[in-house]
């Protein structure tokens, strides 16, 4: 099988400051990261936007401003390839994505190397960990908007593809040879939850060769990438949340006995650059033309969000949030 990796130079830069250059760079970083690693897919953010402004989250006098995103790089696709595009022609705002994993992006938002006007997670407790004097108040308020379950995505030329579709998962992920992928969980919530899947698993099943594998930093590696080398043939299979699957086109089955998933929630941090498009872009997230675009993808939607800190939910955000 051939290897890759992504370069460097296709991963967004930041300033010497911690700032991204504005502008299309990180879009464009990230879609060369998707032609080399990801499978192409039909998306619906081609067709024109519902033009409502309750939908598109348009606001007047401040067509034209950039709104940088952080987001989890579960959702690289679907903000790069569809959210993203769409919310531009619908508001007139650029939007400049970064991902990473939530957790290590909401380090960096503590530690000043991102500077950013909304967060888009994977976990509430991402949320949770910028909130209060003691970290920085840069959250006072989330909304979890959609729901993924975590499932186990394969290369489908993968010698073990045919064992793993008609095998229990478990038995097969433990096989000599078998090259499993998963993301790191001190930095992202998906690596702690394929922990906890690997682990439970092996506690009911009494497998303890499978519970070594969550000891092993072999095949762990960030979430933006782990799509990418599962398609170039670098892993066999690879834990992922149901809407990067679907959104790459890779197969997977499910964990049979583990019930885990991602629960997404976005929030405008306090002392955003550009308030007023952080919140144009989550009146589009949230509106009839976003939320078309998440079920599209196989999210989950959570309808009307669940709002923690509804008190500090800007007048302009309540509405679309389901708030009076």
């Known amino acids: 099988m051939r290897t890759w990796a992504p370069p460097s130079e296709l991963l967004p830069r930041r300033h010497a400051a911690g700032r991204r250059p504005r502008g299309r760079f990180a879009r464009s970083a990230v879609a060369g990261l998707l032609a080399i690693g990801l499978a192409a897919c039909s998306s619906p953010a081609g067709s024109s936007p519902s033009g409502s402004s309750s939908s598109s989250g348009a606001a007047a006098g401040h067509h034209g401003q950039p709104v940088d995103v952080l987001y989890a790089g579960s959702l690289t696709h679907l903000m790069e390839v569809s959210i993203g595009p769409a919310f531009e022609r619908a508001s007139g705002d650029t939007f400049v994505g970064f991902a990473g994993g ?12 991102q500077v950013a006007d909304v967060f888009v997670s994977a976990a509430p407790s991402a949320d949770r960990s910028l909130e209060g004097p003691a970290h920085g108040s840069w959250v006072s308020w989330y909304a979890a908007f959609a729901t993924s379950p975590l499932v186990l995505g394969y290369n489908p030329a993968s010698r073990f593809a045919a064992s793993l579709r008609t095998h229990p998962w478990y038995d097969v992920v433990t096989r000599s040879g078998f090259l499993l992928g998963r993301t790191d969980p001190r930095i992202d919530p998906k690596g702690v939850l394929a922990v906890t899947a690997l682990d439970q698993t092996a506690t009911v099943r009494h497998l303890p060769q499978l519970a070594r594998l969550t000891t092993s930093t072999a095949g762990v590696f960030p979430e933006q ?24 086109g890779i197969p997977t089955v499910p964990l049979t006995g583990v019930h885990l998933g991602a629960t997404f929630t976005v929030t405008v941090l306090d002392r955003a650059p550009h308030a007023a498009a952080a919140a144009s872009f989550v009146r589009f997230l949230l509106g009839r033309r976003g939320q078309a675009l998440l079920r599209d993808a196989g999210m989950d939607l959570v309808h009307p969000p669940t709002v923690t800190g509804r008190a500090a939910v800007p007048s302009g955000l309540r509405a679309a949030l389901g708030l009076p």
């Open 102 to 113: 939530s957790d290590g992006l909401a380090s960096e938002i503590r530690g000043g190397t």
């Open 225 to 248: 990438t782990l799509v990418g080398r599962l398609q170039a043939g670098q892993l066999d299979a690879g834990f992922f949340y149901k809407v990067e699957a679907v959104a790459a």
